[in-house]
Every structure is written in structure tokens, then in C-alpha cells.
Nanobody, 117 residues
Framework: VQLQASGGGLVQAGGSLRLSCTTS????????MAWFRQAPGKVRELVAR????????YYANSVKGRFTISRDNAKNTVYLQMNSLKPEDTAVYSC???????????WGQGTLVTVSS
């Protein structure tokens, strides 16, 4: 299973970006999907998570109300819409897949998001 993340870049504070993560294979609809991020010198943190059908989502407190996770099972793709970006959102963002809502066994390569003040 391969995960390909894209959409990162440089944006000014207050701006928006949309990250995408496309997954290979036919089992995407059985995966809980998540976005993690890791800033320089910090531990990796879970940003957002969405269950297999999209019926349940979770957000870290730091992004609640600004970020939205969604998925399109027909396209094997999960998205992270990021609005009102802050410099502290600067990090490498990685997508991950958890088959049947168990461990995150599959990881994408990460995409860098840089928010300038």
C-alpha cells in the first residue's frame, strides 16, 4: 500500500492550503485515515482523523475550527483543508492509514507546510 501526499507549500499567516493523500489498492474504504504533523524539534502529533465511512472525525484542539478532514472513497483520497493558518502550523504533514481502525500501518512521505508571519 502506498500513500502519496501533496499540497504543501509556503503561505502567509491567515491563508489556506488543502492537502491531499491518495492511496493505492482497493482497500481504502476499510481504512481509518489520519493526518499527523511534526515540527522541527517537536514530537509528531495527530492533527485529524476520519473513520472509514467518514461518519466520525477527530481534531486536535490546536486545529479545531480551522482544519477540516474529508475523504472521497471513490478516489481513494483523503483531504485536509487548512484555513486561518498560523506560523505554529508549520510542520511536515504526513497521512497515515489504519486498516479496520487498528494500528497506522501505512504512511505517506510527508509534505512540508510553511506558514510565514
Amino acid at each position: 500500500v502506498q500513500l502519496q501526499a501533496s499540497g504543501g507549500g509556503l503561505v502567509q499567516a491567515g491563508g489556506s492550503l488543502r492537502l491531499s493523500c491518495t492511496t493505492s489498492g482497493r482497500a481504502f474504504r476499510t481504512y481509518t485515515m489520519a493526518w499527523f504533523r511534526q515540527a522541527p524539534g517537536k514530537v509528531r502529533e495527530l492533527v485529524a482523523r476520519i473513520t472509514d465511512t467518514g461518519g466520525n472525525t477527530y481534531y486536535a484542539n490546536s486545529v479545531k475550527g480551522r482544519f477540516t478532514i474529508s475523504r472521497d472513497n471513490a478516489k481513494n483520497t483523503v483531504y485536509l483543508q487548512m484555513n486561518s493558518l498560523k506560523p505554529e502550523d508549520t510542520a511536515v504533514y504526513s497521512c497515515a492509514a489504519a486498516p479496520f481502525n487498528r494500528a497506522y500501518n501505512y504512511w505517506g512521505q510527508g509534505t512540508l507546510v510553511t506558514v510565514s508571519s
